[in-house]
């Protein structure tokens, strides 16, 4: 299964659903009241450089004014408006979106929405898949995308969302470079010589990704293995991957981003029973899952991971499960860890 949290402010008294809204959100907006009654049910997917968010929400308002220095996010986001409507102004760079239309945000801007009685759809997407699809994002903040032209982009949105609970980790590859086409569709926003080279570019990391992906259990993965591989050569890779500190550290990046995911599942299944007893079974499989990924030991594994995360594995998994499932916090702290592997 893929990872997802869901929330719904049904049930809770007013005042602890919107201060659990505000937690949710503490690692991406500032979230403040905004007019009329607050209701939000929120349904959330990480798919494979994309976020999917699908949400009812009304009475928020959702800001990025001081954040973007401190967060470093540099993602883009795309809302496409089901129902309602969604407020902007001059942080936004719009005014009003409707029913049909998706609005384009730039993480590395000031932001500030207000859904009011909204259904929305929301997908947090890596620079680099909008790059592919569109050349250069730079000119994209506040840009307002209307029916005919974003037909297809918001068919596809709404699928994502309808099927989001019964996709597996191997279809979602696929999807990503489906989006990067369908983004592509869009009359009038494409620069055709920037998104051809920047294309070119995805596709040669997206096979190379794809093969990280498929041998991340191979303790001999390396530089060598991969050019022998997918035929790229190693000069190659080394300036493809030299932001991300070369193709040892993207190697290593992704067998701990799979393995919080791993966590961050073996937590949700877990939830709150007995987080703090430590048993074979519980040894066995926190064991299997670092072997499984690639690490030289389960030494190796616990350090490396503690060094990006803060903590151990155990911990990690502890702190997650203690607060249950489908809390605030806990969709909060996952929700960030996200947002890090979009940016």
Do not use: C
């Amino acid at each position: 299964m893929i990872e997802r949290f869901n929330f719904s402010s049904a049930g809770r008294p007013t005042e602890r659903a919107f201060d659990d809204y505000v937690a949710l959100y503490a690692g991406g907006s500032d979230v403040s009241r905004g007019r009329g009654p607050f209701r939000a049910e929120m349904r959330a997917w990480r798919l494979d450089g994309i976020l999917l968010f699908d949400r009812r929400v009304t009475g928020a308002v959702h800001a990025r004014k001081d954040r973007m220095a401190a967060d470093a996010f540099s993602h883009i986001v795309l809302t496409l408006v089901v129902e309602g409507r969604l407020e902007g102004g001059a942080d936004s760079g719009f005014v009003e979106a409707l029913p049909g239309e998706i609005v384009i945000a730039d993480t590395t801007r000031s932001t500030r929405t207000e859904p009011v009685d909204a259904h929305i759809i929301t997908a947090s997407v890596d620079r680099g898949i909008v790059e592919a699809g569109l050349g250069a994002a730079g000119g994209l903040h506040g840009v307002v995308l209307r029916p005919p032209s974003n037909l297809m982009l918001a068919d596809f949105m709404q699928s994502l969302v309808r099927h989001g609970d019964a996709l597996r980790p191997a279809s979602l590859p696929p999807l990503s470079r489906a989006f990067v086409d369908i983004l592509a569709s869009v009359d009038g926003l494409v620069s055709r010589a920037s998104s051809d080279t920047r294309r070119q570019e995805y596709i040669r990391r997206e096979v190379v990704e794809r093969h990280i992906a498929l041998n991340l259990g191979d303790r001999g993965l390396s530089v060598e293995t991969i050019s022998a591989t997918t035929g790229i050569s190693r000069s190659a890779l080394y300036r493809l991957f030299e932001s991300e500190g070369g193709v040892a550290k993207l190697i290593q990046r992704r067998r701990l981003d799979r393995l919080r995911s791993a966590l961050n599942v073996l937590a949700a299944e877990r939830g709150a029973a007995d987080p703090g007893v430590e048993g074979e079974a519980d040894r066995q499989t926190l064991g299997e899952l670092f072997l499984g990924f690639g690490f030289s030991n389960e030494d190796q594994a616990r350090r490396l991971f503690a060094e990006a995360f803060g903590l151990t594995p155990r911990a990690y998994v502890e702190g997650l499960a203690s607060l249950g499932a489908d809390s605030s916090e806990a969709s909060a702290r996952r929700w960030i860890g996200w947002m890090t592997e979009v940016s």
